[in-house]
């Protein structure tokens, strides 16, 4: 059996293998899509995943949401609240990624044992403490309490992931820089944030798809509908009545992780070479 053979036979067996796990992490998004064509009383009828009838009601009633607020606006507002938190992070975790890679500065050591020490940090532990400061500033109730933080590089995962991908940029690079008349900040912008795409890329996606997905800090932080993200909308969709339209909620449910699966996919390759080369393990 010749090299060629042997490794496609391998493959072929992975695969084999992978398929069925593959079927069990994917079908409950595959019942929950086909259930939002469905009635409540054929979801908790039958155990079949094709409905006997496609009906979009599911889709049309569940877009119009609860009283006047369609999730029409609960999508516009998760885009006000994802997307300058997202740029913010990228921006400010470079920067300070950046600093502690290529540059020494007193306590240096000790401010980056203080960096590490916040990862330990679960957040139910600073929860209190930034709500009574969110509270004072009259922050609450917006969504500042999201993008500041951002601004300011207060999630030490990011940093962290930016300075294990930097340490495997060569230091070379930063001295033909110099040589060419380049300051620390065009190193930064023309050599190293070109060479950061994958990391940028896997820091984006992680901090997008944690902030869409975001329950309880816009529960803490936000308690006006008009402020509501998805995550907070589909609640009170649930809340709404006593007999709850699971059929809508599963439809809503569906286009509010629609955009995250999409955005996935399409830069999965720079989030895996991200992953893989910023010495992040899941």
Same mark, same amino acid.
């Given at each position: ?14 695969? #084999?293998? #992978? *398929? ?34 496609? #009906? ?24 006000? #609240? ?180 999409? *955005? ?15 010495? *992040?393990?899941?």
């Amino acid at each position: 059996m010749d090299v060629r053979t042997h490794r496609n036979i391998k493959l072929t067996v992975t695969y #084999l293998l #992978l *398929i069925p796990f593959m079927i069990v992490m994917v079908y409950p998004l595959i019942w929950m899509f086909f259930a939002g064509f469905k009635t409540n009383g054929e979801i908790f009828g039958t155990l079949n995943l094709l409905p006997e009838h496609f #009906l979009l009601d599911g889709f049309i009633t569940g877009w119009k949401g609860v009283g006047k607020t369609t999730f029409g606006l609960f999508f516009r507002n998760t885009l006000k #609240l994802v997307i300058p938190t997202v740029l913010a992070t990228l921006l400010s975790a470079t920067f300070v990624a950046y600093g502690f890679a290529r540059f020494n500065f007193p306590f240096k050591k000790i401010f980056f044992a203080l960096m590490i020490s916040m990862l330990m940090l679960p957040n139910s532990v600073v929860i209190i403490p930034r709500y009574i400061l969110f509270n004072k500033w009259r922050w609450l109730d917006s969504y500042l309490p999201f993008w500041i933080p951002a601004l300011f590089a207060c999630n030490s995962f990011f940093i962290f992931m930016m300075i294990q991908f930097l340490r495997s940029i060569p230091k070379d690079l930063d001295e033909a820089a110099k040589i060419d008349g380049c300051n620390a900040f065009s190193i930064l912008g023309r050599i190293l944030v070109p060479l950061m795409k994958p990391a940028l890329f896997s820091a984006g996606l992680f901090q997008l798809m944690w902030t869409w997905n975001d329950f309880f800090n816009c529960l803490i932080y936000i308690s006006k509908v008009k402020y509501f993200p998805l995550s907070l909308g589909l609640r009170i969709s649930v809340d709404s009545a006593s007999a709850v339209q699971w059929n809508q909620v599963m439809a809503m449910s569906t286009l509010s992780i629609l955009p995250t699966i999409i *955005i996935f996919f399409c830069s999965q390759r720079y989030f895996i070479e991200g992953v893989a080369t910023s010495g *992040i393990k899941g």
